[in-house]
């Protein structure tokens, strides 16, 4: 079987500098400066117009207030994925429903500090032992609400149903403040859910 021929371009000249034996070098065009890279890489992020980045602005304002109020309102879409799911809001439901020693965490911090600027060195070894006991009571309570609700998640959804973080979940959630809660409790207290 006889090989064919490579087939030659004719708008090719063969005594172009571009050439070398008979192959095209290079790309064919001028390399762009440093300058001219920057500008077709340069255009505007919102627009060029005042009304455009002033209309960019408000719609954006408008998209984090929306995304505000509904974390807060506990709407799973808007909710952080540590938040998210059946059993966080079991969690959110159950620990909103009970009082908790963490809830007077931050008074109790606030009168230990006052108490520490007097000059009774009495006065000031209560107070650290004081918050020292209200830590360890603080910390018992947060276990056995842990407990408590996996228990109930076990319950409800099976014995394999518990996921990672649902004890720090807990903790987290029953340490802070009622109204400093977020998403923001959806139930009243002694409402536990089922």
């Known amino acids: 079987m006889a090989k064919a021929a490579p087939k030659t371009d004719v708008s090719v000249n063969p005594s172009d500098e571009s050439m070398l034996n008979g192959v095209p070098v290079g790309k064919g065009r001028p390399t762009p400066t440093r300058k001219e890279r920057e500008a077709a890489n340069r255009r505007p992020l919102v627009g060029n117009s005042p009304q455009d980045r002033k209309a960019a602005r408000s719609r954006l304002t408008n998209e984090r207030e929306k995304a505000r109020v509904g974390m807060a309102a506990g ?40 108490l520490s600027f007097l000059q009774n060195t009495a ?21 056995v609400a842990g407990f408590m609700v ?45």
């Open 75 to 114: 709407e799973e879409k808007y909710l952080p994925v540590k938040d998210k799911g059946e059993q966080r809001r079991y969690i959110r439901d159950f620990i909103d429903a009970r009082w908790n020693v963490g809830e007077i965490l931050v008074p109790i911090m606030v009168i230990v500090v006052v």
């Open 123 to 143: 006065t000031q070894s209560a107070s650290l032992l004081v918050i020292w006991a209200f830590f360890l009571v603080l910390i018992i309570d947060c276990l």
């Open 150 to 194: 996996n228990r109930r998640i076990k319950k409800k959804w099976g014995e394999d149903a518990p996921q990672r973080g649902n004890l720090w979940y807990v903790a987290v959630r029953a340490a802070q403040m009622r109204f400093l809660r977020l998403p923001k409790p959806q139930v009243r207290r002694g409402q536990y859910p089922a």
